[in-house]
Every structure is written in structure tokens, then in C-alpha cells.
């Protein structure tokens, strides 16, 4: 099933909401922030105030910016460069996480994909109920590349 803009907006609201999305005293953690999705929920927490903490795939600094220049003077942007979400010892305490990265590669294996979108998810779930962080968002799709019947149990490419 396909979502309009304004629909997504409308799912991904109580997330917001419950996070106490006013206060400028939290922090979160969005994964995925330069993805399609992400850039627009990284938009809406900095538009509402929030401390946002974006993990972003880079080799330096210097590529990292690159990556985020829309944000840059933001002064409650913050991005971390990793070179996976398994480096959670670089994330500071945040007070919730909104996790949408994925590796979307389509030369991975199902091993290779396994081990970077759930081995990492779940890496990722477990540093944050050790860090005491309150919430806890997954946004995902398996309709990116493929569709599904899902009463079957099928996926189509």
C-alpha cells in the first residue's frame, strides 16, 4: 500500500507528539537522516525545536558535511560521521530514537542484508534500552524494491 506525503505525516505525528516534540531540552536520534524520508523527518524536529543527533554514514568530517550541508547552521543539528550503526559507543544519551536507515543494496546477499538491517536494528534497540532512552520509532517498508502478498506470505521483485 502506497501512503501520500500527507498521510505519512499523519502516521509519523504521534511520534512527535509522544516524544514531547516542543521541549528543546530533548534529544533524539534519527537514523537514516539523509534518506528520503529522513530528511524530511530531521526537518520537522528541527522546525519543533528538538536537539536532533544524526548518525551519517562518512569516511571524515568532510564528507559528512557534504552530506548534511542543509543542516549545517542548524545549531540543534547534531551528526556523528560512523561508518556503521554498530559504533553506537560514538552516540551520545538521546531520549528517543527514530530509527529508518536500511542498507538498500541490491548486490547484498540475504546474509549480508540480515546482518546490516536486523542484526543492526536489533545492535541498535538494545544500546537504547541500556542508555535509558524513553522511545523507541522503526520505520520500515518492504515495499521498496518489492511488493508483497502478504495473506500468502510471498514477495514479488
Known amino acids: 500500500m502506497k501512503y501520500s506525503v500527507a498521510d505519512l505525516d499523519a502516521r509519523i505525528a504521534p511520534s512527535?507528539?509522544?516524544?514531547?516534540?516542543?521541549?528543546?531540552?530533548?534529544?533524539?536520534?534519527?537514523?537514516?537522516?539523509t534518506g528520503w524520508l529522513g530528511q524530511h523527518v530531521v526537518d520537522e524536529l528541527l522546525e519543533r525545536g528538538w536537539n536532533v543527533v544524526a548518525p551519517i554514514r562518512a569516511s571524515n568530517p568532510?564528507?559528512?558535511?557534504?552530506?548534511?550541508?542543509?543542516?549545517?547552521?542548524?545549531?540543534?543539528?547534531?551528526?556523528?560521521?560512523?561508518?556503521?550503526?554498530?559504533?553506537t559507543h560514538l552516540f551520545p544519551k538521546v531520549d528517543g530514537v527514530i530509527h529508518i536507515a536500511a542498507d538498500m543494496s541490491l548486490v547484498n546477499t540475504l546474509e549480508q542484508a540480515w546482518d546490516s538491517n536486523v542484526k543492526t536494528t536489533q545492535h541498535l534497540f538494545e544500546w537504547a534500552r541500556a542508555d535509558g532512552c524513553r522511545r523507541f520509532d522503526f520505520i520500515s517498508t518492504l515495499s521498496v524494491f518489492v511488493s508483497s502478498d502478504v495473506a500468502r506470505g510471498r514477495l514479488y521483485e
Open 16 to 33: 512527535f507528539v509522544s516524544l514531547g516534540a516542543q521541549n528543546s531540552t530533548h534529544r533524539v536520534l534519527v537514523t537514516g537522516a
Open 62 to 87: 568532510q564528507h559528512m558535511w557534504k552530506r548534511v550541508a542543509r543542516w549545517k547552521n542548524q545549531s540543534n543539528f547534531t551528526p556523528i560521521a560512523i561508518e556503521s550503526l554498530m559504533q
